[in-house]
């Protein structure tokens, strides 16, 4: 019973990741409740579950919150800017739908794959701005690159949330209240596991006292 009690034991281990997803978790969605802040939560959740996906240990409300204060402004750019874009070709697809006859639906591909791009960039802006001190023009850009060298990831990240949003459309309920539970801290850290790969592959380190600066 000792070895199950130690820190370092295996259930200890797992029992603890646990705890702090419901943390981050609990954090997360107090700041999204403004709504326009939901992007500085986003970065603010990457920046703990790639620690728990490295196995540490972090302090979740001070990292989280922490993060929050010092990336909101960035974050929540980045947040406008997707938003707007998503809104201005999910409006043209649905022009298209509604509108066009059936020889024209094809018009709509093309905004579907700057919906993809949109995805694809957001899915890794936000970590890249919880993890390295970049520009906003460099974090651009290496999104982009990311998504794009690493398009299995990215194709992967796409069907989760494609997966989410289904549950959401079948069982509302049920998918509210996983979500409200743990359920983005447990997407979060799927992806994290796989974005604390991709980090490392370009030399960043991961650790509960340094942050990395540059890609």
Same mark, same amino acid.
């Given at each position: 019973?000792? @070895? ?6 295996? %259930? ?31 970065? @603010? ?40 874009? *998503? ?11 509604? !509108?066009? %006859? ?22 890794? *802006?936000?970590?890249?701005? *919880? ?15 990311? *998504? ?23 069982? !509302? ?43």
């Amino acid at each position: 019973m000792t @070895s199950f009690f130690d820190k370092r034991s295996i %259930p200890m281990k797992i029992l603890t990741a646990l705890c702090n997803l419901m943390l981050v978790n609990f954090c997360f969605i107090v700041g999204c409740i403004p709504i326009f802040t939901i992007g500085a939560s986003i970065t @603010s959740l990457y920046r703990v579950t790639i620690k728990v996906a490295a196995g540490e240990n972090p302090s979740v409300f001070r990292e989280f919150f922490t993060c929050y204060k010092d990336n909101f402004l960035r974050s929540t750019g980045f947040w406008v800017v997707y938003c707007a874009l *998503a809104a201005f070709f999910g409006f043209e697809v649905y022009m298209v739908r509604t !509108m066009l %006859p059936q020889q024209y639906q094809w018009s709509m591909y093309p905004a579907f794959f700057f919906l993809f791009a949109i995805f694809s960039s957001a899915s890794y *802006a936000f970590p890249l701005i *919880a993890w390295f001190d970049e520009t906003v023009k460099q974090t651009i850009k290496n999104s982009l690159l990311l *998504a794009l060298t690493n398009l299995p990831t990215t194709i992967f990240f796409a069907v989760i949330m494609a997966g989410l949003a289904a549950a959401w459309y079948f069982e !509302m309920i049920i998918t509210f209240s996983i979500l409200i539970f743990m359920g983005f801290g447990i997407i979060a850290i799927i992806f994290s596991f796989f974005l604390k790969r991709i980090f490392e592959k370009h030399g960043a380190v991961i650790t509960p006292d340094e942050e990395s600066v540059g890609l």
